[in-house]
């Protein structure tokens, strides 16, 4: 129930608690040269060559700020949001074509856990945040800005040196047109990742499961240098066996490189653990560690395609492929300390006050009786919300070194993805109506398992994210300078990510969408074009190892986009 008993939250129910404040921005330069050579031996015979000079340097820059405000973490002081601030509304609104009922298992287990008093929450606010965190800042004495202190200023640079040569051949066997293209790359990678961090000192345990590991004073310097080549060989070859069916054959080495998220060199965003840790159930703090040195990803690529060129705009296309992948970039979970830090939940304090304490021990009596034995006062002469109001618990040398589980990203698995493309053109004599299909059937190795245990060892679990089959079909008109195409886009459940260090998957449900494009050339130098994105408002639903467990969704509208585009 609500605060006031009547069932429904109203205004002056809502109130402040803790604010946090962001402040990251990112700046990137990238100077490049290149020079590309020709020379033709004959009709036949010709080679390509070239060298290519990058620079490239991301600067990452980032500062945290939380501070409670008056209603403290227990929403004390109810109200003290204005109402013309706020704006209510209602959630049943939002989910239009959604069942919000609970079902039988559900309800059972909100009434168990809440002693039958839980009411589904359908009235809310909403409101400017500057404007109330302004206002609710000025009302607790606090500052309205950013932290002016930097908990980390990242710059990552990357030098390539690349060089190449490419050989064309242009002949006939038995009467077939041949094409024959053999070439071969080689990349030099030189990376410098520096950060300078704000290292941590200490962990703030500020109420019954609330941690603040806030940045230090003084900056440190990290700096680590890695360096890599590859030599990227490729074949492309095609044959026409007769007048409009051809035969095609691909093979590759690529590189992908790394993310500059993934190259740090400071272990950063420090989490506190989800209860204090001489509980049983408490899950440990998180961190994320980058890794300069991690190799790019490397794939050897295999196409073989079959085409029939029915007219001047028709076709029918059937195509394998094949990717070998070595150096596949994960993410590795280790359990460790970092920087020295202790734990103000583990350690003489907290054990002291679980031998004070006379009633079944849980996070928020054990908080309060820690604060206790800090103010030299009894346990039951503040209430718990007051005790977190007033103590702050800092881990001191006495306590035992908090554990973090460290994810970093490793280089370090090999996969295999196949997979088949169908697709078929044709238009409709000289009329500019036109029918496109297409169709893709993806295959990986490696698949999440969600019938493993993710708490014993070996839980963490390795899998390929974002493979999934894909079809489209599109309604085509292209004549008197319109090119205009109406396209029906579906895409299969797709896992999307793997969190919780390897832990909790997180899949996107089979969705599909409409979309619209139209372009019209005026003239040779003016091309207007009208998009416009989901046209039926489709939505995206996310959900964990099975579709009943609700992870997110996006109630998604169309989108528009008219532009204008002119050649000098």
Same mark, same amino acid.
């Given at each position: ?5 009547? #069932? ?27 020079? =590309? ?80 008093? $839980? ?7 909403? #409101? ?19 932290? &002016? ?10 030098? *390539?040196? $690349? ?27 030189? *990376? ?33 240098? +890695? ?30 490189? +790394? ?15 989800? @209860? ?15 890794? &300069? ?17 029915? /007219? ?16 596949? *970039? ?10 020295? @830090? ?17 009633? &079944? ?10 604060? +206790? ?7 039951? /002469?503040?209430? $718990? ?9 800092? #881990?001191?040398?006495? =306590? ?44 990986? /190795? ?24 894909? $079809? ?25 990510? *793997? ?70």
């Amino acid at each position: 129930m609500y605060g006031n008993g009547n #069932g429904v939250l109203d205004n002056e129910e809502v109130g402040s608690a803790v604010r946090q404040i962001y402040n990251d921005r990112s700046r990137a330069d990238f100077t490049q040269a290149r020079l =590309d050579g020709n020379f033709v031996f004959s009709e036949m015979h010709s080679i390509d060559f070239g060298i290519e000079s990058r620079d490239m340097e991301t600067r990452l820059q980032s500062s945290f700020y939380q501070e409670l405000l008056a209603g403290g973490w227990g929403i004390a002081n109810p109200g003290d949001v204005p109402a013309e601030y706020l704006s209510p509304i209602n959630y049943a609104d939002l989910f239009d074509g959604y069942d919000l009922s609970l079902n039988s298992n559900s309800q059972e287990f909100f009434d168990i856990v809440s002693d039958g008093q $839980a009411v589904p929450l359908l009235i809310g606010y909403t #409101g400017d945040a500057a404007l109330i965190g302004e206002h609710l800042s000025s009302a607790a004495g606090l500052p309205w800005g950013v932290n &002016p202190v930097d908990h980390l200023d990242r710059n990552i640079r990357e030098k *390539i040196l $690349a060089g190449y040569m490419q050989y064309n051949f242009y002949s006939e066997w038995q009467s077939m047109p041949i094409n024959l293209i053999v070439g071969l790359r080689y990349e030099k990678t030189d *990376i410098t990742s520096t950060d300078l961090a704000n290292i941590p000192t200490e962990v703030v345990w500020q109420s019954n499961n609330d941690f603040q590991i806030p940045a230090g004073a003084e900056p440190t310097l990290y700096s680590q240098e +890695a360096d890599y080549d590859h030599w990227l060989p490729n074949v492309d070859f095609d044959i026409e066996f007769m007048p409009g069916l051809k035969g095609r054959f691909s093979y590759s080495k690529t590189i992908a490189r +790394a993310n500059y998220s993934e190259m740090g060199s400071a272990a950063t965003g420090l989490n506190g653990p989800s @209860l204090p840790t001489l509980l049983s159930g408490s899950v440990l703090g998180t961190a994320g560690s980058g890794n &300069p040195g991690i190799l790019p990803l490397e794939s050897n690529n295999i196409d073989l395609s079959l085409e029939w060129y029915f /007219d001047d705009s028709g076709y029918v296309s059937i195509g394998y492929f094949r990717k070998d992948v070595d150096n596949f *970039i994960g993410s590795a979970a280790v359990d460790t300390n970092l920087y020295g @830090l202790t734990d103000p939940s583990n350690g003489p304090r907290s054990q002291q006050a679980m031998d004070d304490l006379a009633e &079944p021990i849980n996070d928020t009596n054990l908080f309060s009786m820690v604060a +206790a034995n800090i103010l030299g006062v009894g346990f039951y /002469d503040y209430t $718990a919300e007051e005790f977190e109001n007033l103590v702050d618990v800092t #881990g001191n040398p006495d =306590d035992e070194p908090i554990m973090f589980r460290v994810s970093q990203p490793m280089s370090t698995e090999s996969v295999v993805i196949d997979g088949w493309e169908m697709g078929v053109q044709y238009f409709l004599g000289d009329s500019g109506f036109g029918l496109q299909a297409n169709y893709t059937i993806v295959n990986g /190795d490696i698949e999440y398992d969600v019938n493993q245990d993710p708490d014993v060892d070996g839980g963490a679990q390795f899998a390929l994210t974002g493979l999934s089959d894909t $079809a489209n079909l599109s309604l085509i008109y292209e004549d008197y300078g319109f090119s205009t195409r109406l396209s029906y886009n579906w895409r299969d459940e797709f896992l999307s990510g *793997i969190e919780d260090g390897g832990k909790r998957p997180r899949y996107v449900e089979e969705y599909s969408q409409v979309d619209l494009s139209v372009g019209y050339e005026v003239n040779d130098n003016l091309k207007l074009s009208l998009e416009g994105i989901n046209l039926l408002g489709e939505d995206q639903r996310q959900f964990g190892c099975t579709e009943d467990q609700l992870l997110r969704i996006e109630m998604l509208g169309p989108r528009y986009a008219l532009s204008a585009r002119y050649n000098f």
